[in-house]
């Protein structure tokens, strides 16, 4: 297994914001990590990462204890939030210097993974380009390079497809299988649920608890419904008791009709 995560426990004060989660992801499997803004979702991945310490439970990332171990996973994994985080005022080439500069790469390792990079990314020729000139797409690829010049065993991306046009979406989305498919274990929270379709597998999280894993398949035919994103509304619905629609009075305000 890539991530082993059993009866996992974060808590501030006395709000649990994960309340007791376990899920299993093996090695070079696409795993989606769904759930509402305000579900568990970031700080899961923050344990995960070795950023934060849990209250109790356990957890290994590629075999390292996230209680003990929590700068050898920082070593041997990628990251990538929706924030763009690289730096606006360096160039493509320099940003990825830092980053090879930041996980000890000789000069040798950098060159030749820095002309893989830039190929994946769509960057040929655009290398001394400020990144702040670049569309969304490429800075999208471009972090993603980032993320992987060290070559990490498991990529961990939180939303990172946010406000990107869907032709940058799809190119992305083939690198991540390309990647899959090479051995690296993926680990994806998103709000495209045609994204979190083609994942492996799925665990759904709400109100710091897993309510739902399985193949987006098995959820699909389980709850009788048509797609996963009919799934995800309908866990909402059951865990929020709350029917999620929008009545006619509640937008009187916006025809004038109050």
Same mark, same amino acid.
């Given at each position: ?6 009866? +996992?426990? !974060? $808590?501030?004060? /006395? ?5 007791? #989660? ?5 090695? @070079? ?21 070795g ?5 109790s ?40 210097d ?6 000890? +790469?000789? !000069? $040798?390792?950098? /060159? ?5 990079? #830039?190929?994946?990314?769509?960057l040929? @020729?655009?290398?001394k ?6 569309s969304?797409?490429w800075?999208?690829?471009l ?8 070559k ?9 497809t ?19 498919n090479r ?38 035919e ?13 866990y909402v619905e059951?865990e ?12 009187k ?6």
């Open positions: 297994m890539a991530i082993e995560v059993n009866n +996992l426990t !974060k $808590k501030f004060g /006395d709000f649990a914001a994960v309340n007791n #989660i376990s899920f299993h992801v093996p090695k @070079g499997k696409i795993f989606g990590f769904l759930g509402p803004n305000g579900s568990g979702k970031s700080t899961t991945i923050r344990m995960l990462c950023v934060l310490t849990p209250s439970g356990s957890a290994k990332v590629l075999g390292y204890d996230v209680f003990k171990e929590g700068e050898k996973i920082k070593q041997n994994i990628g990251y990538m939030s929706q924030k763009f985080s690289l730096y606006e005022e360096l160039t493509v080439n320099e940003n990825l830092f980053y090879a500069g930041i996980y000890g +790469l000789s !000069k $040798k390792e950098r /060159d030749e993974r820095k002309k893989g990079i #830039i190929k994946m990314a769509g040929v @020729g655009r290398e380009t400020m990144t702040k000139n670049l969304g797409g800075k999208q690829r972090a993603l390079g980032c993320a992987l010049i060290h990490p065993k498991l990529l961990v991306l939180d939303e990172p946010a406000g990107v046009d869907p032709v940058s979406r799809r190119v992305f989305w083939q690198i991540i299988y390309s990647l899959a051995g690296i274990t993926v680990l994806v929270t998103t709000h495209y649920m045609d994204e979190a379709a083609s994942c492996d597998m799925v665990s759904f999280i709400f109100n710091g608890k897993i309510i739902a894993s399985g193949t987006p398949k098995e959820l699909i389980k709850e009788g419904v048509n797609n996963l994103e009919d799934v995800f509304i309908k059951i929020s008791n709350e029917k999620i629609e929008s009545s006619f009075e509640d937008i305000f916006a025809l004038g009709e109050e």
